[in-house]
């Protein structure tokens, strides 16, 4: 594939649906003292070129531990995969060998973090940093990696790139910082970008412009792009589709526009209801009670079945599984799924 850094040119770009990641019933657990934490309990997912999916979930839901075992960061102790796929492209990534993987994940796939200055060195000047990629890659002289390093910062906005190629991660702003992550994700031309709350320590204006930069390259580039967050509020208007997370499970997948107009999970209910509203100044915010829960002793049954306000006995003794949903005329609703067992009066009543 060709770069557009180095060659100046529009990259390849990817046709929009083509199948890039799927994730099918992913089990990831650690082995801790106090036992075996089974962090994620069969995930699927699958994101396509030109496609934003969102992650959603309180914290310790999973997303991020199986954001990492598709960027092969974790499959080593305490962190186990003991079953399932990650299809990059139709091949699984698991099953690849060490230097298919490496190629797959160094540029295939980029990953921005929340933590800009914690995934910068801080003691390199962030050009060193953006240029180091087409050094060690390209084999590109200090000059020309320099060029290349001011032309990702101004292709992420960073205003006066010229000046500031020379300057350290920490004399820039939060935001400024972030750009800098994605301008070194975007550095290898990756299918797929993976951004694990990559605007939650930013405040909420700065947030929309990153969130907006990012929506952009995608379009542009046609990537694909795995959001998570625990925020429904920033998704809104990026994501096509969304996939919520609970205890290490899927529990309701829904076009984004979908998921907002009618959840059909009553956690999903619960997260809607929690988001700020304007109409609703002054009103105390809902928020679901009680706490996930311990990934160590997760509920028997439907894992959320404590915090549910709708309950019932068959909850308490059987798991869910994830059910394709149906309009009320019977009819499948696309990429609809719900693992509960009242979705229809959840999503019909
Ligand atoms: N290194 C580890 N050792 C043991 N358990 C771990 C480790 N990393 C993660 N876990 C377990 O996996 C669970 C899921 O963690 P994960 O980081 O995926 O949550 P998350 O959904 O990304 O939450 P957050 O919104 O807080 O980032 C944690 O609650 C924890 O129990
Ligand atoms: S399965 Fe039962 S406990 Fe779980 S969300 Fe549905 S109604 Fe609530
Ligand atoms: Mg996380």
């Given at each position: 594939?060709?770069?557009?850094?180095?060659?100046?040119?529009?990259?390849?770009?990817?046709?929009?649906?083509?199948?890039?990641?799927?994730?099918?019933?992913?089990?990831?657990?650690?082995?801790?003292?106090?036992?075996?934490?089974?962090?994620?309990?069969?995930?699927?997912?699958?994101?396509?070129?030109?496609?934003?999916?969102?992650?959603?979930?309180?914290?310790?839901?999973?997303?991020?531990?199986?954001?990492?075992?598709?960027?092969?960061?974790?499959?080593?102790?305490?962190?186990?995969?003991?079953?399932?796929?990650?299809?990059?492209?139709?091949?699984?990534?698991?099953?690849?060998?060490?230097?298919?993987?490496?190629?797959?994940?160094?540029?295939?796939?980029?990953?921005?973090?929340?933590?800009?200055?914690?995934a910068l060195n801080p003691v390199l000047s962030v050009g060193y940093q953006l240029g180091e990629m087409f050094r060690v890659h390209q084999g590109a002289s200090r000059a020309e990696a320099k060029a290349k390093a001011i032309e990702l910062m101004d292709r992420v906005r960073i205003p006066a790139a010229k000046q500031r190629v020379?300057?350290?991660?920490?004399?820039?702003?939060?935001?400024?910082?972030?750009?800098?992550?994605?301008?070194?994700?975007?550095?290898?031309?990756?299918?797929?970008?993976?951004?694990?709350?990559?605007?939650?320590?930013?405040?909420?204006?700065?947030?929309?412009?990153?969130?907006?930069?990012?929506?952009?390259?995608?379009?542009?580039?046609?990537?694909?792009?795995?959001?998570?967050?625990?925020?429904?509020?920033?998704?809104?208007?990026?994501?096509?589709?969304?996939?919520?997370?609970?205890?290490?499970?899927?529990?309701?997948?829904?076009?984004?526009?979908?998921?907002?107009?009618?959840?059909?999970?009553?956690?999903?209910?619960?997260?809607?209801?929690?988001?700020?509203?304007?109409?609703?100044?002054?009103?105390?915010?809902?928020?679901?009670?009680?706490?996930?829960?311990?990934?160590?002793?997760?509920?028997?049954?439907?894992?959320?079945?404590?915090?549910?306000?709708?309950?019932?006995?068959?909850?308490?003794?059987?798991?869910?599984?994830?059910?394709?949903?149906?309009?009320?005329?019977?009819?499948?609703?696309?990429?609809?799924?719900?693992?509960?067992?009242?979705?229809?009066?959840?999503?019909?009543?």
């Amino acid at each position: 594939m060709t770069t557009v850094i180095e060659n100046n040119q529009q990259p390849d770009r990817l046709e929009v649906g083509t199948p890039l990641l799927e994730v099918k019933d992913l089990h990831v657990e650690f082995h801790t003292r106090d036992g075996i934490a089974k962090a994620v309990n069969g995930v699927n997912y699958s994101v396509a070129a030109g496609e934003t999916l969102a992650v959603l979930g309180e914290s310790g839901s999973g997303k991020s531990v199986t954001a990492q075992t598709i960027m092969g960061i974790l499959d080593m102790p305490p962190g186990k995969v003991t079953q399932g796929e990650i299809l990059y492209r139709g091949q699984d990534m698991l099953k690849m060998s060490n230097e298919e993987r490496r190629r797959v994940r160094g540029r295939k796939i980029a990953m921005i973090f929340q933590d800009a200055l914690s995934a910068l060195n801080p003691v390199l000047s962030v050009g060193y940093q953006l240029g180091e990629m087409f050094r060690v890659h390209q084999g590109a002289s200090r000059a020309e990696a320099k060029a290349k390093a001011i032309e990702l910062m101004d292709r992420v906005r960073i205003p006066a790139a010229k000046q500031r190629v020379n300057d350290y991660p920490h004399q820039f702003s939060g935001g400024m910082r972030q750009r800098i992550m994605i301008a070194m994700a975007l550095s290898l031309q990756p299918d797929l970008i993976i951004a694990d709350e990559p605007t939650t320590a930013l405040d909420v204006t700065v947030q929309a412009q990153v969130m907006d930069l990012l929506a952009e390259l995608q379009a542009e580039y046609n990537m694909g792009l795995i959001l998570i967050t625990h925020d429904l509020g920033v998704v809104a208007d990026v994501a096509d589709k969304i996939a919520v997370m609970y205890a290490g499970r899927i529990v309701e997948t829904a076009p984004v526009h979908d998921l907002y107009a009618k959840p059909a999970h009553p956690y999903t209910k619960g997260l809607l209801r929690s988001i700020p509203r304007l109409d609703q100044k002054g009103q105390e915010l809902y928020a679901i009670k009680g706490l996930p829960p311990n990934l160590l002793k997760v509920p028997t049954g439907c894992a959320f079945n404590p915090r549910c306000d709708v309950a019932t006995d068959l909850c308490r003794t059987e798991t869910p599984a994830l059910h394709q949903v149906t309009g009320k005329d019977g009819v499948e609703l696309t990429g609809r799924r719900s693992a509960c067992h009242l979705w229809k009066e959840t999503l019909h009543g």
